[in-house]
């Protein structure tokens, strides 16, 4: 993380954190945790055509699934995320 770029944001019913990757850090973030204290993180997933894909297979097809209702699933493409809506494609 950057120090001096990342932000925080109190209000009386909301909080917002911004990050900012350290130079030289690339490629997307995949997941976060957060909470009261190390020993109690939970973790979030940020939105990315992987992560959806992942969700939504364990949702739609629990591990007891055949392999021909594992090829019949759709095939999910993340179009276009932005900070208030997600274009996802099913095929």
Same mark, same amino acid.
């Given at each position: 993380? =950057?120090?001096?770029?990342?932000?925080?944001?109190? =209000?009386?019913? #909301?909080?917002? $954190?911004?990050?900012?990757?350290?130079?030289?850090?690339?490629?997307?973030? *995949?997941?976060?945790?957060?909470?009261?204290? =190390?020993? =109690?993180? @939970? *973790?979030?997933?940020?939105?990315? *055509?992987? #992560?959806?894909?992942?969700?939504?297979?364990?949702?739609?097809?629990?591990?007891?699934?055949? @392999?021909?209702?594992?090829?019949? @699933?759709?095939?999910?493409?993340?179009?276009? $995320?932005? *900070?208030?809506?997600? @274009?996802?494609?099913?095929?």
């Amino acid at each position: 993380l =950057a120090s001096p770029e990342s932000s925080v944001s109190v =209000a009386a019913h #909301n909080a917002a $954190i911004g990050l900012a990757k350290a130079p030289g850090s690339t490629g997307p973030w *995949e997941k976060f945790g957060f909470g009261l204290d =190390a020993s =109690a993180l @939970q *973790e979030r997933l940020f939105v990315s *055509e992987e #992560n959806v894909d992942g969700f939504l297979s364990t949702v739609l097809c629990p591990s007891s699934c055949s @392999q021909s209702a594992l090829e019949s @699933q759709p095939l999910i493409e993340v179009l276009d $995320i932005s *900070e208030d809506r997600i @274009q996802i494609k099913l095929k």
